[in-house]
């Protein structure tokens, strides 16, 4: 018997613990894992020579933005970058334009990504005024809505109970998440408005638009609501420990709730604001130092579930802004939060075992994507080869995506993805893309 591909001398992260082996794979999938001798002919071979085999990393909190926001990036360059960065699999975030909150925005979408996609996309919907739509737009291939709280994205009326309360009872009948952007949007637009009338635009004033109040009423709100439904409400990017406290309450007495948390709110606080300048500037802010402690305190006890990056790349110029009310919020994370968590690995503050829980295993359970996540006989061959050793300086001047800036820039990096799989296919290797747009699918 001859397979597609037969990777030899790894050590394998399995659901048992780190096994050395090899790996064969057929059509996609992971057909055996075993030594080099019990591993069947190949038509495609490589040594690993040692190095640490994860399952691909999925990130659940993407914008590969694209159409009218194609200058900031595009699927190509998105998906590119995701696969520099180890990722497999990215859920693309809906604040689009035009907005993806239907079936004809979702499709269009859908439709122009196939043939671009380096990696495996999965898409969320933004709400559609009408909630009887959410099962056709689940129909249609959406694995989860994203909610934004502080701005309306989509059809929803976000200041109406009764309206977000229909809305997620219909997404409670499809089964897929609802992701949430918590900032109350009362106050960070009253605060707004407030500072720039105190003509005030530094960066003290653009943290208290932004208060981890608004954060925590946005949270207050949508557990109480959640608690109604039964719907399951997942919390991206949260920045704030009164947050993760309500959160922790919420889980205790069995919310269906998980949430998320960004590299840049683990590792940045807001005195590194005035250091990165624009380039920190993101939605939510990075905080204080009790709350990146608070995080990482939570990331350990497992009440953190995934690790997202927030990848939200900008254009140069609408970073460049002089005025902070005017500058594009957003990180490009996609090819800085590997190496930045295996950093950290390296520095004993995280284990192998915890970061392909945030960064695979999790976002796969939460998000139902089926036969990812784990490395085991049978599932889909989405793999990262990981150097643990291998050290370098972040340099965004070379980075697959169009965003060429980041806050992490000159930070020192310890360990680093240096092949990603993909439906069984090789797309990078030592930080080159070596497939084709379109190796990757859609997923739904
Ligand atoms: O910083 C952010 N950027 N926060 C968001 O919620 C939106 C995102 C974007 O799309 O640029
Ligand atoms: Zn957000
Ligand atoms: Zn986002």
Same mark, same amino acid.
């Given at each position: 018997?001859?397979?597609?591909?037969?990777?030899?001398?790894?050590?394998?992260?399995?659901?048992?613990?780190?096994?050395?082996?090899?790996?064969?794979?057929?059509?996609?999938?992971?057909?055996?894992?075993?030594?080099?001798?019990?591993?069947?002919?190949?038509?495609?071979?490589?040594?690993?020579?040692?190095?640490?085999?994860? =399952?691909?990393?999925?990130?659940?909190?993407?914008?590969?933005?694209?159409?009218?926001?194609?200058?900031?990036?595009?699927?190509?360059?998105?998906?590119?970058?995701?696969?520099?960065?180890?990722?497999?699999?990215?859920?693309?975030? =809906?604040?689009?334009?035009?907005?993806?909150?239907?079936?004809?925005?979702?499709?269009?979408?859908?439709?122009?990504?196939?043939?671009?996609?380096?990696?495996?996309?999965?898409?969320?919907?933004?709400?559609?005024?009408?909630?009887?739509?959410?099962?056709?737009?689940?129909?249609?291939?959406?694995?989860?809505?994203?909610?934004?709280?502080?701005?309306?994205?989509?059809?929803?009326?976000?200041?109406?109970?009764?309206?977000?309360?229909?809305?997620?009872?219909?997404?409670?009948?499809?089964?897929?998440?609802?992701?949430?952007?918590?900032?109350?949007?009362?106050?960070?637009?009253?605060?707004?408005?407030?500072?720039?009338?105190?003509?005030?635009?530094?960066?003290?004033?653009?943290?208290?638009?932004?208060?981890?109040?608004?954060?925590?009423?946005?949270?207050?709100?949508?557990?109480?609501?959640?608690?109604?439904?039964?719907?399951?409400?997942?919390?991206?990017?949260?920045?704030?420990?009164?947050?993760?406290?309500?959160?922790?309450?919420?889980?205790?007495?069995?919310?269906?709730?998980?949430?998320?948390?960004?590299?840049?709110?683990?590792?940045?606080?807001?005195?590194?604001?005035?250091?990165?300048?624009?380039?920190?500037?993101?939605?939510?802010?990075?905080?204080?130092?009790?709350?990146?402690?608070?995080?990482?305190?939570?990331?350990?006890?497992?009440?953190?579930?995934?690790?997202?990056?927030?990848?939200?790349?900008?254009?140069?110029?609408?970073?460049?802004?002089?005025?902070?009310?005017?500058?594009?919020?957003?990180?490009?994370?996609?090819?800085?939060?590997?190496?930045?968590?295996?950093?950290?690995?390296?520095?004993?503050?995280?284990?192998?075992?915890?970061?392909?829980?945030?960064?695979?295993?999790?976002?796969?359970?939460?998000?139902?994507?089926?036969?990812?996540?784990?490395?085991?006989?049978?599932?889909?061959?989405?793999?990262?080869?990981?150097?643990?050793?291998?050290?370098?300086?972040?340099?965004?001047?070379?980075?697959?995506?169009?965003?060429?800036?980041?806050?992490?820039?000159?930070?020192?990096?310890?360990?680093?993805?240096?092949?990603?799989?993909?439906?069984?296919?090789?797309?990078?290797?030592?930080?080159?893309?070596?497939?084709?747009?379109?190796?990757?699918?859609?997923?739904?």
């Amino acid at each position: 018997m001859q397979v597609d591909c037969v990777l030899t001398n790894g050590r394998i992260h399995t659901p048992r613990g780190i096994v050395e082996a090899g790996i064969a794979i057929e059509e996609g999938r992971i057909l055996k894992i075993a030594k080099k001798t019990n591993l069947p002919k190949a038509s495609f071979k490589m040594d690993l020579n040692g190095l640490l085999v994860l =399952p691909g990393l999925i990130d659940s909190h993407v914008h590969l933005r694209d159409q009218g926001y194609a200058y900031k990036e595009d699927f190509v360059t998105g998906t590119a970058a995701a696969a520099a960065g180890g990722f497999s699999l990215v859920v693309d975030m =809906p604040n689009n334009k035009p907005v993806t909150m239907d079936v004809q925005s979702l499709r269009e979408r859908m439709k122009l990504a196939q043939n671009k996609l380096l990696v495996n996309a999965a898409f969320c919907s933004a709400f559609p005024e009408n909630t009887k739509e959410i099962r056709s737009i689940v129909g249609e291939g959406a694995i989860a809505f994203k909610l934004y709280l502080s701005e309306k994205i989509g059809g929803l009326n976000i200041d109406d109970d009764t309206e977000v309360l229909q809305a997620l009872d219909e997404v409670k009948m499809t089964n897929v998440q609802v992701a949430v952007h918590a900032e109350d949007k009362g106050i960070t637009e009253n605060e707004t408005k407030r500072k720039q009338e105190e003509n005030r635009s530094d960066i003290n004033a653009y943290l208290e638009a932004h208060s981890s109040d608004s954060e925590v009423k946005a949270i207050e709100r949508i557990i109480g609501l959640a608690e109604r439904t039964e719907a399951h409400v997942h919390f991206c990017h949260i920045s704030s420990a009164k947050s993760l406290e309500l959160i922790k309450k919420a889980k205790g007495v069995g919310v269906s709730v998980t949430c998320e948390a960004t590299p840049h709110h683990l590792l940045l606080t807001s005195r590194d604001m005035k250091r990165y300048k624009n380039w920190a500037v993101t939605l939510p802010p990075v905080r204080t130092r009790k709350d990146t402690e608070a995080l990482w305190k939570a990331l350990k006890q497992g009440l953190i579930d995934t690790i997202g990056s927030d990848h939200a790349p900008h254009a140069i110029k609408e970073k460049n802004q002089k005025s902070l009310w005017k500058v594009k919020p957003g990180i490009a994370g996609l090819e800085t939060t590997l190496p930045l968590m295996l950093t950290q690995v390296n520095k004993g503050r995280l284990t192998i075992k915890e970061l392909v829980e945030l960064t695979a295993k999790n976002p796969a359970e939460i998000f139902h994507l089926r036969d990812r996540g784990t490395i085991l006989k049978g599932r889909l061959a989405d793999l990262v080869v990981i150097d643990l050793k291998q050290e370098h300086k972040i340099d965004s001047s070379k980075f697959h995506s169009k965003a060429k800036f980041s806050p992490f820039d000159g930070w020192k990096t310890k360990g680093t993805p240096v092949k990603t799989f993909v439906n069984g296919c090789l797309v990078m290797e030592e930080g080159e893309i070596v497939a084709k747009p379109g190796t990757g699918e859609i997923i739904r």
